[in-house]
């Protein structure tokens, strides 16, 4: 049915990769099958992260393994190249690849070849020239970012319960978050009531000893599930000592002191920054059109504008939000939209494959729900609110139904299960960061934990 030999290359494979591969996969099986289509996708990981539930992960309640899908096993018809696209050139239908092949041969780049380009390698955090940042500072967008965070507040709580200096401890005892979207505030929500569990433990760490900051610039937190939710989200983070700052910005976090725009300074280990993201910069190294924020221009048919046989969706693409009254709307970037527009891409590059017709993505953005810690959370899905236990029991049931594959779901459910009849895991494994420390030492070397050695609670 389909006219030639397609090639499709899909860039990145996350949300939008995954999905879009996975439907391509299903919707040209007989075409793979007959060796008149083919698949590649290209993406540093061979997983795809489900970054809604990192927070869980922070805090324990899922295992990193099950936060992530192998992308081999699901896209058993689809070429995997674990690599990164560093410029396309689709005037020549041609994008320079470095994959783990090239990185050890020392040969640099290579070059391949493609009928239909997908670009979706979503966002990187945005950062600001703030002293101090780029050194101290972590994010909280990967599964790796997610467990050493959650190390690092137990190796803090470690440091403070072990040492005699009270500035010391002060500091490893203070933990700020910078920006009030879902992955700040979810991932503060986990951790903090992670570290509350975990302070019982511990004969000389209080959970009033600690002191939890959330910095927001804006003057609301949660914008994802509307005003009234994000007022009670504030409320209640403050109910749980939380120090939540609005209308107030980081100014610096040099010699790890945590500087903000209300005067105040908190000397800290820890400073994790959330404060929105902003689109891939490989964007940049292509021809193809951006609109001012750096996002992909795409028309509601999920073509880049102005071109032919090229495609996004996701973070990267600034989508039209056809369901807006306003027609200069774009469609936000979160996973709500990069699922469905994964599918009407995936079902677009057939349509074009076939010669049919091509589908509009139109979706009216639904609400959101968040996690504040263990049975607690806030939502507001179709205009219902909701708060406390009901809200983060939806979340679970919610995220349970959207993780990919049932082999996920079941993992997941176990670990729930499991974590609701025995007590939480409160270990720290900062350890398997440094794997090869112990037999440094013994062959002689310098041990990480050695005082003096500053390669330890980097973040
Ligand atoms: C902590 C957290 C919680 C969240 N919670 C929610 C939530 O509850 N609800 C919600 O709707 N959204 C949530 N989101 C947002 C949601 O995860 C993103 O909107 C979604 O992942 C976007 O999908 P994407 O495919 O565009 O990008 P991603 O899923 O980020 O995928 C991009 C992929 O491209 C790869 N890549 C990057 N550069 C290259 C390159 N040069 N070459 C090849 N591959 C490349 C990346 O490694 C990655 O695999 C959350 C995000 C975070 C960080």
Same mark, same amino acid.
């Given at each position: 049915?389909?006219?030639?030999?397609?090639?499709?290359l899909?860039?990145?494979?996350?949300?939008?990769g995954?999905?879009?591969?996975?439907?391509l996969?299903?919707?040209?099986?007989?075409?793979?099958?007959?060796?008149?289509?083919?698949?590649t996708?290209?993406?540093?990981?061979?997983?795809?992260?489900?970054?809604?539930f990192?927070?869980?992960?922070?805090a324990?309640?899922?295992?990193?393994?099950h936060v992530?899908?192998?992308?081999?096993?699901?896209?058993s018809e689809c070429?995997i190249?674990?690599g990164?696209a560093?410029?396309?050139?689709?005037?020549k239908?041609?994008?320079?690849?470095?994959?783990?092949?090239?990185?050890e041969?020392?040969?640099?780049t290579?070059?391949?070849?493609?009928?239909e380009?997908v670009?979706a390698?979503?966002?990187?955090s945005?950062?600001?020239?703030i002293?101090?940042?780029?050194?101290?500072?972590?994010?909280?967008?990967?599964?790796?970012?997610?467990?050493?965070l959650?190390?690092?507040v137990?190796?803090?709580?470690?440091?403070?319960?072990s040492?005699?200096d009270?500035e010391?401890?002060?500091a490893?005892l203070?933990f700020?978050?910078v920006?009030?979207?879902?992955? @700040?505030?979810?991932a503060?929500g986990e951790?903090?009531d992670m570290?509350?569990?975990?302070a019982?433990?511990y004969?000389?760490?209080r959970?009033?000893?600690?002191k939890?900051?959330?910095?927001?610039?804006?003057?609301?937190?949660?914008?994802?599930?509307?005003?009234?939710?994000?007022?009670?989200?504030?409320?209640e983070l403050?109910?749980?000592n939380?120090?939540?700052?609005?209308?107030t910005?980081?100014e610096?976090?040099?010699d790890?002191?945590a500087v903000?725009?209300?005067g105040?300074?908190?000397?800290?280990?820890?400073?994790?920054?959330t404060?929105?993201?902003?689109?891939h910069?490989?964007?940049?190294?292509?021809?193809?059109?951006?609109?001012?924020?750096g /996002?992909?221009?795409?028309?509601?048919?999920?073509?880049i504008?102005?071109?032919?046989?090229?495609?996004?969706?996701?973070?990267?693409?600034?989508?039209?939000d056809?369901?807006?009254?306003?027609?200069?709307a774009?469609?936000a970037?979160?996973?709500?939209h990069a699922?469905?527009?994964?599918?009407?891409?995936?079902d677009?590059?057939?349509?074009?494959?076939? @010669?049919?017709?091509?589908?509009?993505y139109?979706?009216?953005?639904? @609400?959101?729900?968040a996690s504040?810690?263990?049975?607690?959370?806030v939502?507001?899905?179709?205009?219902?609110?909701l708060?406390g236990?009901p809200?983060?029991?939806?979340?679970r049931v919610?995220?349970?139904s959207?993780?990919p594959?049932f082999?996920?779901?079941? /993992?997941?459910?176990?670990?729930?299960?499991?974590?609701?009849?025995?007590?939480?895991?409160?270990?720290?494994?900062?350890?398997l960061?440094?794997?090869r420390?112990?037999?440094?030492?013994?062959?002689?070397?310098?041990?990480?934990?050695?005082p003096?050695d500053?390669?330890?609670?980097s973040?």
């Amino acid at each position: 049915m389909v006219k030639e030999r397609a090639r499709i290359l899909v860039v990145g494979g996350g949300y939008v990769g995954m999905y879009t591969a996975l439907r391509l996969q299903r919707r040209l099986k007989q075409e793979l099958g007959r060796g008149e289509a083919e698949i590649t996708v290209v993406t540093p990981d061979p997983y795809m992260t489900y970054q809604p539930f990192l927070p869980e992960a922070a805090a324990g309640s899922i295992s990193p393994r099950h936060v992530v899908v192998p992308l081999r096993r699901v896209l058993s018809e689809c070429r995997i190249i674990i690599g990164e696209a560093t410029a396309i050139d689709h005037a020549k239908r041609t994008a320079t690849l470095t994959t783990l092949a090239t990185e050890e041969e020392g040969t640099g780049t290579e070059q391949l070849s493609y009928d239909e380009l997908v670009l979706a390698p979503g966002s990187v955090s945005r950062t600001l020239p703030i002293p101090g940042l780029a050194e101290h500072a972590i994010g909280f967008k990967t599964v790796e970012e997610a467990i050493g965070l959650r190390n690092h507040v137990l190796e803090q709580m470690d440091i403070a319960s072990s040492t005699r200096d009270p500035e010391i401890r002060d500091a490893a005892l203070t933990f700020v978050f910078v920006g009030g979207g879902y992955a @700040g505030v979810e991932a503060l929500g986990e951790l903090e009531d992670m570290a509350r569990y975990a302070a019982r433990y511990y004969h000389n760490v209080r959970p009033e000893d600690m002191k939890w900051i959330l910095v927001e610039a804006s003057d609301r937190i949660l914008p994802e599930v509307g005003e009234d939710m994000g007022r009670y989200t504030v409320t209640e983070l403050r109910r749980r000592n939380i120090d939540v700052r609005l209308h107030t910005r980081l100014e610096s976090c040099a010699d790890r002191v945590a500087v903000l725009s209300d005067g105040s300074r908190f000397p800290t280990r820890t400073v994790v920054w959330t404060a929105g993201v902003k689109p891939h910069p490989i964007l940049a190294a292509g021809d193809l059109p951006l609109n001012a924020r750096g /996002r992909l221009k795409c028309t509601p048919e999920l073509t880049i504008d102005g071109t032919t046989h090229a495609w996004a969706a996701g973070d990267a693409a600034a989508v039209p939000d056809v369901t807006a009254a306003d027609p200069d709307a774009e469609c936000a970037p979160n996973a709500q939209h990069a699922v469905r527009q994964a599918k009407v891409l995936g079902d677009n590059i057939v349509h074009t494959l076939r @010669g049919e017709p091509l589908e509009t993505y139109a979706h009216k953005y639904a @609400g959101s729900v968040a996690s504040l810690g263990f049975h607690k959370g806030v939502a507001q899905v179709y205009g219902r609110k909701l708060k406390g236990y009901p809200a983060w029991f939806m979340h679970r049931v919610y995220h349970l139904s959207r993780v990919p594959t049932f082999n996920r779901k079941a /993992r997941v459910l176990a670990e729930w299960t499991l974590s609701g009849l025995f007590k939480r895991e409160i270990v720290s494994l900062g350890s398997l960061e440094h794997p090869r420390a112990e037999f440094e030492l013994a062959a002689g070397g310098k041990h990480p934990h050695n005082p003096g050695d500053d390669t330890k609670g980097s973040s």
